[in-house]
């Protein structure tokens, strides 16, 4: 027996289940979740066509959670995809309608304001508990990362989000804040902070009903070269990871080897999993996929079935009609 694919879906406002009363309202609803430091974004559009729907405030909260209720080929329940701040409102028409755009609320304005601070004789784990600890939040970070002896880094004039975003450039991790959480992990590297490994999402050409893969011109530089301040010397210095022929330089000056050693470590794993993207369209929503979660694929070319996929973006997509999809951004993972 067939059973047919029903998708569903509950959304909140300050903790009140609107599910019901917005259900037969809704026109769409999208949900971009972004890897790093970019803020996942929901929008949300609602007929108001007899006038009865109350525009949101600015600032509430809705919470979000996407699923299935059955279906032969899916997989019921609903996931909790996080919690997100109105910030913009509109109203159009007609036929009237109200659009929400919210974005997640782990990103608050505090954590975009430019600061200044040093650390010295530390551990990158000390300095990333630092930096979620003053804007709210808990820091979970891989161990092998947070034991990462750093003799000094500065922030100056920097953001946090900023901050973070360089601390895993330069170390090839990626840092997010998900849930109250700032997570710093290696990329791709397929496991939690914890170091259990991730599912990884088994995809085939059914899956879709559209993908996009395009192979990439490597970057000709097989080095990188990075500069340190050597404080004893009195000048500075450089280390070179690879070829050092044509080798890529870093414009930062790092405070010691060491650092500079990592930096361009990670740049130069960076350049080796630029070669290949894979965009696909799923027909039935995957609300268990999200930013660096791994997939393999089957039924493509052998060059896109051997490679192991990484996700740097997922937006998932309802309508009014009860559909339910999922457009994944992928690239390998190394």
């Not at 108001?48 to 949101?56: K, S």
């Not at 630092?130 to 750093?150: E, F, H, P, Y």
């Not at 290949?276 to 791994?294: I, N, S």
Request: aromatic letters at 4%; proline letters at 4%.
């Amino acid at each position: 027996m067939i059973v047919t694919n029903i998708p569903d879906w509950r959304v909140t406002l300050d903790g009140v289940d609107l599910t019901d009363r917005i259900r037969p309202r809704l026109v769409s609803l999208s949900l971009s979740e972004k890897r790093g430091d970019e803020a996942d974004q929901l929008d949300i559009v609602l007929s108001d066509a007899d006038g009865q729907l109350a525009i949101p405030p600015e600032g509430a909260v809705l919470r979000v959670h996407l699923g299935w209720r059955q279906g032969s080929d899916v997989i019921p329940g609903l996931i909790d995809k996080g919690a997100f701040k109105v910030d913009d409102v509109t109203h159009s028409g007609p036929p009237d309608q109200i659009a929400i755009k919210a974005r997640a609320v782990d990103f608050t304005s505090d954590i975009r304001n430019r600061r200044s601070h040093s650390w010295r004789r530390t551990t990158l784990g000390a300095v990333l508990q630092a930096v979620a600890g003053r804007n709210g939040l808990t820091a979970r970070v891989a161990a092998d990362l947070g034991a990462i002896s750093l003799p000094a880094v500065h922030q100056s004039r920097e953001s946090d989000i900023a901050f973070l975003r360089r601390l895993g450039r330069e170390h090839d991790a990626v840092a997010t804040i998900k849930a109250g959480t700032l997570i710093f992990a290696r990329t791709g590297a397929g496991r939690t902070t914890s170091g259990q490994s991730l599912p990884t999402i088994a995809l085939t050409r059914r899956s879709g009903d559209g993908h996009n893969w395009q192979r990439q011109k490597r970057e000709e530089q097989k080095g990188v070269t990075a500069t340190w301040q050597d404080r004893r010397a009195a000048k500075r210095q450089a280390v070179t990871v690879g070829a050092a022929d044509g080798a890529k330089r870093l414009r930062r000056v790092y405070p010691d080897e060491a650092s500079a050693r990592r930096a361009a470590e990670a740049e130069r794993a960076r350049l080796a999993r630029a070669p290949a993207t894979l965009d696909m369209q799923l027909t039935l929503g995957r609300p268990d996929a999200f930013p660096e979660a791994r997939v393999t694929a089957s039924g493509f070319k052998p060059e896109i079935d051997a490679t192991t996929w990484l996700i740097s973006e997922v937006t998932h997509r309802l309508d009014k009609s009860g559909g339910f999809r999922t457009d994944l951004r992928m690239e390998t993972a190394g």
